[in-house]
């Protein structure tokens, strides 16, 4: 699963990245969380690419309740076309969400867990693929989304078997289109050789906490010397 994020890049560099018409109001984020406000890119009605602030749990359009985004924070990329939880958001609401990097968390030998950071090698604004929906309710629409993740690449499986679905630049404006019904061939590992991932601070583990030193790499230290993850 993919349960954190951060996005730091520059709001000029995101816009150029993305083929935004302005940068966008954005502020620097280490520890993006579930059932937080999140930044997605979707293709207007006009073809337009724009950035808006959604909750991050998806809530399909048919829900009762809202809490339901709770459980709804990733779609698994083999079965989102056909699950009643995403699969009307893979027709209609391709998104995508910026981000800097991603957190997941290694099991060590001694029993504990230690956070990785896993980004891209030259350290680029990179496009996680996401479902957006529209729920209506008494006191307006509530906008929503979730992270797609698919299985590990070879990098990743170092720590997790999953990893966020991330979208080749050159493949962004085929996702956004939504008159095509099923890319599904742009939801695979992405090359482990434009990676790279490192071991921070255990202070992520609490959303709460949020400032830049998150991203910083902490060299881990075992009987035999310095232990490096990746």
């Known amino acids: 699963m993919c349960g954190r994020y951060e996005l730091h890049s520059s709001p000029a560099s995101i816009a150029l990245a993305f083929g935004l018409r302005y940068p ?5 984020r280490y520890n993006i969380a579930p ?7 979707r293709e207007t009605s006009n073809g337009e690419r724009q950035l808006f602030q959604v909750k991050w749990g998806l809530v399909p359009h048919w829900a009762k309740d809202p809490s339901i985004g709770n459980r709804l924070i990733n779609a698994r990329a083999e ?9 009307d958001a893979y ?11 991603f957190y997941e968390w290694a099991q060590l030998t001694n029993g504990s867990k230690q956070p990785v950071r896993l980004a ?3 350290e680029s604004v990179f496009a996680i693929a996401g479902l957006w929906s529209r729920w209506q309710s008494r006191e307006g629409p509530l906008l929503t989304c979730t992270i797609i993740t698919t299985e590990a690449n070879e990098l990743c499986q170092r720590i997790h078997d999953r990893m966020p679905v991330i979208v080749a630049p050159a493949d ?19 090359p482990s050789i434009e ?19 998150l991203i910083e790499p902490k060299t881990l230290v075992s009987e035999a010397g310095s232990l490096v993850l990746i």
């Open 24 to 28: 966008p109001d954005v502020q620097p």
């Open 35 to 41: 059932s937080q406000q999140v930044p997605i890119i």
């Open 79 to 87: 079965t989102i076309g056909t699950s009643r939880g995403f699969r």
């Open 91 to 101: 027709r209609k609401g391709r998104c995508l969400i910026p981000a800097s990097g």
């Open 120 to 122: 891209m090698r030259d």
């Open 172 to 190: 962004y404006a085929r996702w956004l289109d939504v008159a095509e019904p099923d890319p599904a061939d742009l939801l695979r590992p992405y």
């Open 195 to 213: 990676m790279h991932g490192y071991p921070v601070s255990t202070r992520v583990n609490s959303p709460k906490t949020e400032d830049a030193t």
